[in-house]
């Protein structure tokens, strides 16, 4: 990606630090998720303080020497962009050591900050996704907005279960109301993730897709006025665009859009530290259906798979919230095809806490490897980034 591409040039040491209860990094192995007492580890902070201690360790082995002052910017895209801003947040002072000191600064791609209770409204991020949609093809954002409806209506019987069964080709039949609601809440993880990874070539990231997958699934999504079964087949041919653009798959799989091995701390988290409110309010403005933010239901199902209660400001507690006047060397990039946009920081904060916007770019673009196909604004967004390590190199060396 581009910090490979770039660290020859800055004669920089890359390290890619893994977050522990993620990857292979399982405190307890195999039965690091088997309860709360072992899950008590996985927190921002804890990893943020584990990411301390392995750049004391790499410094005192690799990154100082001959005593050579040595910077450390922090790079991170979505939850790892967050952690980069609140690294830089949490630990802005020198690092002092035996050799060498460092400051961090921080490129934090894509990271919704802002994405919390109090801070954005909490339709924001499906208005964004909604719009991609929309904006790639009206039609396309209006077929998915009846959709919902036509799906209820087409499932209302056990015949139509058995239709739709059958000629969406999933893998396990639709028998009971649970399992249609399964399945729209699958079809809504696949709208968000392609908008994410709504690129300008092919990429393998979520799943293998097309060079701009929205443009090629709203193709078969052009008449919303069609009926229930004629839309439903619309609909079926464009979401196969991610679930079998390679032709491989026999069946529809309902599993979730994103991967289990990923998503197992990310839902801890999510019950701990990370409580972002989400809801659709249907309208022109959102081609979802109508879903209200119900948090003491939320806390209720929290406290029933991980023995835990929530609370709605565990961050803005830790790393201040809307308030960044006091933090510094920090860049926001924010893609605005990306959902998570509407929860970053999409203003400059000050004359070291910089916005840069991607108009065209989908999720943490930006770090992403050079292509043919990479548009003006992510040429200019990861030129914008190099100036501003140049910068804050040269600032840090002259200051010494």
Same mark, same amino acid.
């Given at each position: 990606?581009?910090?490979?591409e770039?660290?020859?040039?800055f ?17 307890y192995?195999?039965s690091?998720?088997?309860d709360k007492? =072992?899950?008590g ?9 584990d ?5 004391k ?8 020497i001959? =005593?050579?002052p040595?910077?450390v910017i922090?790079f991170?895209?979505?939850?790892g ?5 609140w &690294?830089r %947040? =949490? ?10 000191y460092?400051?961090?600064r ?10 919390f ?8 991020? $499906? ?5 991609? $949609? ?6 396309c954002?209006?077929t998915?907005?009846?959709s ?7 499932t209302e019987?056990?015949?139509g279960?058995a239709?739709?069964?059958d000629?969406w080709k ?6 009971t109301?649970?399992?249609?609601a399964r399945?729209?809440?699958w ?23 097309p060079?701009?997958? %929205? =443009?090629?699934?709203?193709k ?5 006025t ?5 839309l439903l087949?619309s609909?079926?041919h464009?979401?196969s665009?991610y &679930?079998?653009?390679?032709g491989?798959a026999s069946c529809l799989n309902?599993?979730?859009?994103f991967?289990d091995?990923m998503?197992?701390?990310?839902n801890y988290q ?16 959102d ?10 239901n939320?806390a209720?199902y929290c406290?029933?798979?991980y023995g835990?209660k929530?609370?709605?400001d565990?961050v ?5 919230g809307?308030?960044?006047k006091?933090?510094?060397n920090?860049i926001?990039s ?8 509407s ?6 904060i000050s004359s070291t ?10 999720h ?6 050079s292509h043919p196909?990479?548009t003006?604004?992510?040429i200019?967004?990861?030129k914008?980034?190099?100036?501003? %390590? %140049?910068k804050?190199i040269?600032d840090?060396r002259?200051?010494k």
């Amino acid at each position: 990606g581009f910090m490979w591409e770039i660290s020859r040039e800055f004669n920089a040491l890359v390290v890619f630090a893994e977050h522990r209860y993620y990857g292979e990094s399982m405190p307890y192995g195999k039965s690091s998720f088997d309860d709360k007492v =072992k899950l008590g580890y996985l927190t921002s902070q804890q990893a943020m303080a584990d990411f301390v201690d392995l750049i004391k360790y790499l410094r005192n082995d690799t990154l100082c020497i001959d =005593k050579r002052p040595n910077p450390v910017i922090a790079f991170g895209g979505s939850y790892g962009g967050m952690l980069a801003a609140w &690294f830089r %947040i =949490k630990y802005p002072a020198t690092v002092e050591g035996l050799f060498c000191y460092q400051k961090f600064r921080a490129i934090a791609s894509s990271a919704p900050i802002w994405q919390f209770t109090g801070m954005t409204p909490c339709n924001d991020f $499906y208005k964004v996704t909604s719009s991609v $949609y929309r904006n790639t093809n009206i039609e396309c954002g209006s077929t998915i907005s009846a959709s919902w409806k036509a799906i209820d209506n087409v499932t209302e019987s056990d015949s139509g279960k058995a239709w739709l069964t059958d000629n969406w080709k999933l893998c396990t039949p639709l028998e009971t109301t649970d399992d249609v609601a399964r399945l729209k809440y699958w079809a809504t993880d696949v709208y968000v993730a392609l908008a994410m990874v709504n690129y300008p070539y092919e990429a393998n990231f979520l799943a293998p897709l097309p060079a701009n997958p %929205i =443009k090629e699934v709203c193709k078969s999504m052009s008449n919303h006025t069609e009926d229930d079964a004629t839309l439903l087949m619309s609909v079926f041919h464009g979401l196969s665009v991610y &679930f079998n653009y390679t032709g491989s798959a026999s069946c529809l799989n309902l599993s979730s859009a994103f991967s289990d091995d990923m998503m197992n701390g990310w839902n801890y988290q999510a019950c701990t530290e990370m409580i972002m409110p989400f809801c659709t309010k249907g309208g022109e403005d959102d081609i979802f259906e109508p879903y209200p933010w119900d948090f003491e239901n939320y806390a209720q199902y929290c406290e029933n798979r991980y023995g835990l209660k929530p609370t709605t400001d565990d961050v803005e507690k830790q790393y201040g919230g809307k308030n960044l006047k006091a933090a510094s060397n920090i860049i926001f990039s924010n893609g605005l095809l990306d959902p998570w946009s509407s929860g970053g920081v999409l203003k400059s904060i000050s004359s070291t806490v910089r916005a840069l916007l991607i108009p065209d770019g989908a999720h943490h673009l930006d770090l992403r490897a050079s292509h043919p196909n990479d548009t003006t604004s992510v040429i200019h967004a990861r030129k914008t980034i190099k100036h501003w %390590i %140049i910068k804050w190199i040269f600032d840090y060396r002259h200051r010494k």
